[in-house]
């Protein structure tokens, strides 16, 4: 996430669909607290220096975590990830675009996958 903490990660009776609170995707009545972490530590506690390649699925907290704190993405050299319903490809990317991305999309799922890789000169 943008912040270490805990959030709510609601679930209900399809496996496939849940989200973190706060993030106005699926109406879900069970819930269980999930800790939350940052890319910076996730590398410091790794000892990395970049990452070649980031998948993040977070359900529904991906705009949140590309928007805020997101200087770590110029440690990044490519990423796959879902884009949810509760944001747009036009807002992913200008988040990634001043990094030096650009989004490319794969497969037509309900929850499209995308890749994100930096430009070459």
């Avoid at 993040?56 to 990044?76: M, R, S, T, Y």
């Amino acid at each position: 996430g943008s912040a270490a903490g805990t959030l709510a990660l609601r679930f209900g009776e399809n496996p496939t669909c849940s989200s973190l609170a706060g993030t106005g995707m699926h109406d879900l009545s069970n819930t269980v607290e999930v800790t939350v972490t940052t890319v910076p530590k996730v590398m410091e506690q790794a000892g990395w220096d970049n990452i070649d390649l980031l998948k993040i699925d977070i359900e529904g907290a991906e705009e949140d975590l590309l928007a805020h704190d997101n200087q770590w993405l110029a440690k990044v050299g490519a990423i796959i990830m879902e884009i949810h319903p509760n944001t747009t490809v036009e807002r992913i990317n200008g988040h990634l675009a001043p990094f030096g991305f650009f989004l490319e999309r794969f497969g037509a799922g309900r929850e499209p996958v995308y890749f994100a890789k930096k430009k070459t000169p």
